[in-house]
């Protein structure tokens, strides 16, 4: 199995408190996915990353921005966090376009429980 | 606006007997296909996939099928066991690096 880990597990924070989730991969891989899995819309992506630095929006982006200022890290943080933000938050990874492309699709880490309350 | 649609948020299947798990999609730009496993407290794991110029893909127990004229995808399980009791995600992408998940099938194989 590919090496990615999410930290921390699991988190209870306060309404308003800003947040920073880590992903980080032993792999080498260049892209790097921050996912959020809620009942009823399955898992949506939240950032991405393409390399160093280079880093762009998904599908449910406002309130979250991300870092990655090391192949092998990904930071996503909550800038002000809500209760509408509680959720399991995956970090996922891949090795390139075209084995992405090839159908090999993602690795998961094991995700972040997090409770805004 | 759901891209990639499981309209069955749970089935249950003897144990045995086969499994169908379905998956719609509305972007004719998506040419390929894939399906995770989840189970609880752990990250969704690959299980198979499929590109647009296939309609058929077995691996093992499971098998992909694709129609593209529908933009319908389905995967089959044959036979299935307790140990397959999970959620499954259809996932779909379309000349990049990104997948849009479906929203999952929850499976419960009875013994």
């Known amino acids: 199995d590919a090496g990615i880990t999410q930290s921390p597990r699991h988190k209870v924070t306060e309404t308003g408190t800003p947040v920073t989730l880590r992903c980080h991969q032993t792999e080498n891989h260049r892209y790097m996915y921050w996912y959020r899995q809620d009942p009823g819309h399955g898992l949506r992506l939240i950032h991405y990353s393409y390399g160093v630095k280079d880093t762009d929006k998904g599908e449910v982006s406002d309130g979250y921005s991300v870092s990655r200022s090391k192949t092998e890290d990904f930071l996503l943080t909550l800038e002000s966090a809500t209760s509408s933000q509680t959720s399991v938050y995956f970090c996922?990874?891949?090795?390139?376009?075209?084995?992405?492309?090839?159908?090999?699709?993602?690795?998961f880490g094991s995700g972040t429980r997090l409770t805004v309350v | 606006d759901q891209q990639v649609k499981q309209n069955s948020p749970s089935l249950s299947v003897q144990e045995g007997r086969i499994s169908i798990l379905n998956c719609d999609y509305t972007n004719s730009m998506f040419d390929y296909f894939l399906w995770y496993k989840k189970y609880p407290a752990e990250g969704p794991t690959f299980l198979i996939s499929?590109?647009?110029?296939?309609d058929k893909n077995e691996d093992g127990r499971f098998t992909v099928f694709l129609n593209k004229s529908a933009k319908h995808l389905s995967l089959h399980i044959v036979p299935s066991q307790p140990g397959d009791s999970a959620v499954y995600f259809c996932?779909?992408?379309?000349?990049?690096?990104?997948?849009?998940f479906g929203t999952g099938t929850r499976l419960k194989v009875l013994a």
């Open positions: 996932a779909a992408s379309g000349g990049t690096y990104k997948y849009i």
């Open positions: 499929i590109s647009s110029i296939k």
């Open positions: 996922a990874i891949s090795e390139s376009r075209e084995r992405n492309r090839g159908g090999y699709g993602y690795t």
